[in-house]
């Protein structure tokens, strides 16, 4: 029995981008639907969906049991490691053209190098040390590059959104 669902999903989701997984399983949960939701309209993963597989109990061999889970498709985009800066340099036509398909052949040779969308997923309240704020009192995240997601009266908010409304709540995580 998890007793964190939330940090159980935080955990593998940030375990799968780091071996860099098309896509994880997570239990499903109300909460983590809300999350995954808001994971995806924020543009931090691909898309999930709802699967429900039959699983024979332990107990008893004869007796199916639904388990439904959220499969989440993780986000991977591509980074190349070019110095654009230096065409304005290059005069030449001829020397202009050869390091533009200089740099079109290390696009191809770093094109399979995938970096994950999500850099970081932070827990903020824990079932032991509950976090609750203001909608004054929200902090940005990397300046408003990241996002907090909150559960407030009116559901499951990212801290944008709670700040527009004017809401506060139990800050659950952190994502960037």
Same mark, same amino acid.
């Given at each position: 029995?998890i *007793?964190?669902?939330?940090?159980?999903?935080l955990?593998?989701i940030?375990?799968?981008?780091?071996v860099?997984?098309?896509?994880?399983l997570?239990?499903?949960?109300?909460? *983590?639907?809300?999350?995954?939701?808001?994971?995806?309209?924020?543009?931090?993963?691909l898309?999930?969906?709802?699967?429900?597989?039959?699983a024979?109990s332990?107990?008893?061999?004869?007796s199916?049991? *639904?388990?439904?889970?959220?499969?989440?498709?993780?986000?991977?985009?591509?980074k190349?490691k070019?110095?654009?800066y230096?065409?304005?340099?290059?005069?030449?036509?001829?020397a202009?053209?050869?390091?533009k398909?200089?740099?079109?052949?290390?696009?191809?040779?770093? @094109?399979?190098?995938k970096?994950?969308?999500?850099?970081?997923?932070?827990r903020?309240s824990?079932? @032991?040390?509950r976090i609750y704020? *203001?909608?004054?009192e929200?902090?940005?995240?990397?300046?408003?590059?990241g996002?907090?997601?909150?559960?407030?009266?009116? @559901?499951?908010?990212?801290?944008?959104?709670?700040?527009?409304? @004017?809401?506060?709540?139990?800050?659950?995580?952190?994502?960037?």
């Open positions: 029995m *007793n964190d669902t939330i940090s159980d999903m955990t593998r940030r375990n799968a981008s780091i860099r997984k098309k896509s994880v997570i239990p499903y949960t109300k909460m *983590n639907l809300k999350i995954a939701e808001i994971l995806e309209k924020e543009g931090y993963i898309s999930f969906e709802i699967n429900t597989n039959k024979i332990i107990t008893k061999k004869t199916e049991t *639904n388990l439904r889970m959220l499969k989440i498709y993780l986000k991977y985009y591509k190349y070019t110095n654009f230096k065409l304005n340099v290059i005069k030449n036509k001829k202009l053209s050869d390091f398909n200089l740099i079109k052949l290390l696009k191809g040779k770093q @094109g399979n190098k970096t994950p969308c999500i850099t970081n997923l932070k903020i824990k079932p @032991g040390l704020v *203001n909608h004054k929200l902090p940005r995240v990397l300046a408003g590059t996002i907090y997601i909150l559960s407030t009266s009116k @559901g499951i908010l990212t801290d944008r959104e709670a700040r527009f409304r @004017g809401i506060g709540g139990e800050v659950l995580c952190s994502v960037w």
